[in-house]
């Protein structure tokens, strides 16, 4: 057989039958004029006879191509970014080896090998080397496979300066210096992916290794930060102990580096042995920082170091896959994290989290968890709420349907039998159900393979003259226009709680029955509260939650109830009014993620308003709610749980902010003040809060310290802190100069679009924001990381007036994202569901808080 030509070759999948076996890379950056040379040696087997190898590379010269030692001809299209190498004479089926010379240019765009900066305590700029490859960007460092099926060694040199640290995947394993630079040369890598190549060069420190079991874990950072990387460590150094524990597998590799880069598009990237991380997600003072600062950063780590498994030692065979390899690692970051620090009860927030896949998961533009992937496009729109949030959240309750142990051993077993491989989704669960005896794939399929969720309604009924339950399921959507399709089922595993005895019944068809061990008794349903769907219960099974019954609810439970009834809100089946009182039952709540649901109702509720009397009446029943909560709290205590802490900032915040408290206001500029001249003085909970508070109040003096602790911050959490309350200010001049600020060098790229994102979200001035970035779109698009586009624009959601929403949708008609086009759809169909809440319940609610008669 021989292969065809690549002119019939798909645009998007390389050809099978030439595949890499090791490659042999060996770069030189020159980091003062942002370039590289490099070759790379490419072992090659060849399956069948063909007469040209077709592979990856963009971005880069070639100059040199040999198929083994003879030169070959080569060309190279742009628009599918392959290298097409046409020998000497015909392949044939064995082995060969490709040797590919080229130049590049270490861009600003952070993707592929790229260039950071930092400036050093003496004033002046260094220049980092780093790279990013995921999804489809190994292809801008050196020609190669870049597709998550054709796994190799690899085998890195760096030729850098004498004066430079070089690090990659692998342990250094020999160095020689000559002529003022340094060769380092990496121990060959385990069978990995492309998107897993990393390599980082420039003045870097690292702090002394922690063994863990014989594999040593330190942090890469820039000079002067040493004294910010013992949480790194410490969480590190855990996780990678409780994941082989997990697991049953040790550690795949020889050392893991956790890599502190100034700039990165992403959180953060699972490069095998050499992971890296913005700033801010690794390196904290837990002097300074909020439970919330330092829980991100436990996350964080324990996501990526779970991947060292679940995604670098077994790898999806192509990106629709994507979402599980990111799912699992939000499933596995929660555990770690759960098991890390208990008392930040981490299952419980995830819940919290949750919500954000459901806000997605309710419109008629959702997607599907899983779906056919061709394009790099197409890969980079699956790095969402629904691959993260969601994915995780059917894992759970998977796991909590199956039990702990049942889905650990599914998961141990799937990861044995598919080491150094590539798998697709059912091979997960496949191996779920062979160690469970559990209809895994029915269940998981029917939640993988088809958009949204359910709403299950619960209702008393007799069966037989004893009491039961009625549970009946269809999709709940935001938008009542759309039709149901009666064929959208799910397997629904509903928890049950009843006369203190919890049962699990699944939920296969429209309906189903179950007895009820005390038909008097309250019930709940989604008891824990892992079910990923909303629940509705009829009059009666409605009013038995009242009252006594709401404070014995477990807090996911009670947080369920909030969400489940502003999602109703939202959806046109409860009045604004209703759900204030609703909320207002609430005053005697004292856990956080209650609070959270809490707040993100009072939030929306204040979107409905404009200023005047009624946004007055609304934020006196917003300290009449909030106020008690707060005073009962009291002061800081050394000896608190760190979720007191918490919900003491929160309710500062929403009290300072949402209820206009000219108290609280006046005391966060005293803590403002108090943070500038002895930061360790300030309970970090309420330095944050009181930094949110003062911008939402201050005025231009405010604006410009606040401005100028972002340039100075003692930590990347202090500056980010500044930094992204400069959008909150009440004024129309300080918003607009936000939006310049961020379109000028001091404002890292990285961060830029988050800032901008939260002017548009600004209550009172998000519409100039908005304006603002459409007239900058161009820059805005040639100077910021693509990924981080339609991040940028999130926030139109918020705008919710029939003005704003046609003029979103004409821009957007005009001006679309190819790489976010259906994150984009889920934010302008979400656009118009707020405006038809506002002017649905605008004037009514308006009414209610201060009647026009009154």
């Not at 870097?204 to 330190?218: F, S």
């Amino acid at each position: 057989m021989t292969v065809t030509s690549s002119e019939a070759i798909d645009p998007y999948r390389l050809p099978t039958a030439v595949r890499p076996s090791r490659y042999g890379v060996r770069l030189r950056p020159m980091l003062d004029t942002a370039s590289f040379t490099g070759t790379v040696e490419i072992d090659l087997t060849v399956d069948a006879d063909c007469s040209e190898i077709v592979l990856n590379a963009a971005e880069l010269d070639i100059n040199a191509c040999r198929v083994d030692g003879v030169a070959a001809e080569w060309e190279l299209d742009e628009t599918t970014e392959r290298m097409v190498v046409r020998p000497a004479r015909p392949l044939e089926a064995g082995t060969c080896r490709l040797l590919i010379g080229f130049d590049g240019v270490l861009n600003d765009k952070l993707r592929g090998f790229y260039r950071s900066t930092y400036v050093d305590a003496d004033g002046n700029e260094q220049v980092i080397a780093t790279t990013q490859m995921q999804a489809t960007d190994c292809r801008r460092a050196f020609p190669c496979w870049d597709e998550p099926e054709f796994k190799a060694v690899f085998g890195i040199t760096l030729d850098v300066d004498d004066d430079l640290t070089a690090i990659s995947n692998g342990p250094e394993i020999e160095r020689t210096t000559a002529d003022g630079r340094t060769v380092v040369r990496f121990a060959d890598t385990m069978l990995m992916s492309s998107y897993l190549v990393a390599f980082v060069v420039g003045r870097l420190e690292m702090t002394d290794p922690v063994d863990v079991e014989g594999t040593p874990i330190r942090v890469v950072h820039v000079p002067g930060k040493g004294h910010l990387t013992a949480s790194a460590l410490d969480v590190g150094a855990f996780c990678l102990r409780w994941f082989q524990d997990y697991y049953g597998i040790a550690y795949p590799s020889d050392k893991v580096d956790l890599v502190a880069l100034p700039d990165f598009a992403a959180g953060a990237m699972e490069n095998l042995g050499c992971i890296t991380f913005r700033e801010n997600l690794l390196l904290v003072d837990p002097a300074t920082s909020t439970q919330n600062e330092q829980q991100l950063i436990a996350d964080v780590i324990a996501h990526e170091l779970a991947h060292m498994w679940f995604g670098d030692l077994v790898t999806m065979r192509w990106w629709n896959g994507i979402w599980l390899n990111e799912a699992f690692a939000t499933f596995m970051e929660v555990a770690a994290c759960e098991a890390y620090r208990p008392d930040w009860e981490r299952w419980t927030s995830f819940g919290v989290e949750r919500t954000e896949a459901f806000d997605v998961d309710g419109l008629d533009s959702t997607r599907t968890v899983e779906f056919e992937v061709r394009s790099p496009a197409d890969a980079d729109g699956m790095f969402d709420v629904l691959t993260y949030q969601k994915g995780g959240a059917l894992l759970r309750m998977l796991e909590q349907y199956l039990g702990e142990d049942r889905f650990r051993e599914g998961v141990g077993q799937y990861l044995r039998s598919h080491s150094y491989g590539n798998t697709e989704t059912n091979d997960l669960w496949d191996a779920i159900e062979t160690t469970s005896g559990e209809p895994v794939r029915r269940i998981m399929d029917s939640w993988i393979w088809q958009p949204g969720y359910p709403l299950v309604h619960a209702s008393l009924v007799d069966l037989e003259g004893r009491g039961g339950l009625r549970l009946q399921q269809r999709r709940f959507r935001f938008s009542s226009d759309t039709p149901q399709d009666e064929k959208e089922m799910w397997a629904i595993p509903v928890e049950i709680r009843n006369g203190g005895v919890t049962t699990i019944t699944l939920l296969d068809g429209a309906e189903t029955t179950a007895l009820l061990t005390d038909p008097e008794a309250p019930v709940v349903v989604n008891a824990r509260g892992s079910g990923f769907y909303r629940v509705a219960y009829d009059d009666a099974l409605r009013h038995r939650l009242d009252g006594d019954v709401l404070a014995e609810l477990t807090t996911s439970e009670r947080y369920n109830l909030v969400d489940d009834a502003w999602a109703a809100t939202i959806a046109g089946q409860l009045d604004a009014s209703e759900m204030l009182e609703f909320l207002e039952i609430f005053v005697d709540e004292r856990e956080h993620a209650v609070w959270q649901a809490i707040m993100s109702s009072l939030r929306g509720l204040n979107r409905l308003l404009d200023d005047g009397p009624a946004h007055e009446a609304f934020q006196e029943r917003v300290r009449a709610l909030v106020g008690p909560a707060l005073m009962s709290l009291g002061a800081p205590r050394p000896d608190e749980a760190g979720l007191i802490g918490k919900l003491r900032g929160m309710l500062t915040s929403a009290l300072g902010v949402l209820g206009g408290d000219a108290g609280v206001q006046a005391r966060c500029r005293e803590v403002f003040d108090a943070t500038i001249t002895d930061p360790t003085s300030v309970d970090p909970e309420l330095a944050a809060a009181a930094t949110s508070v003062v911008a939402a109040t201050g005025g231009v003096d405010t604006f410009d310290r606040m401005r100028q602790r972002f340039s100075t911050g003692a930590t990347p959490q202090e500056k980010l802190r500044n930094l992204y309350a400069l959008a909150e200010f009440d004024d129309e001049a300080l918003v607009l100069a936000t939006c310049e600020f961020a379109m000028t060098s001091a404002v890292k790229t990285q961060n830029a679009p988050f800032l901008l994102h939260r002017a548009i979200a600004n209550r009172r001035h998000g519409h100039l924001a908005w304006a603002f970035v459409c007239d900058h779109w161009e820059a805005a698009n040639e100077r910021f990381p693509a990924n981080t586009i339609v991040r940028m624009v999130d926030a139109v959601k918020l705008l919710n007036t029939p003005e704003l929403v046609d003029d979103a949708a004409a821009f957007f008609a005009a001006h679309p994202i190819d790489q976010g086009a259906k994150t984009l759809d889920q934010i302008l169909e979400r656009q118009r569901v707020n405006a038809s809440l506002r002017a649905r319940e605008g004037r009514r609610f308006a009414e209610f808080l201060a009647p026009s008669g009154s």
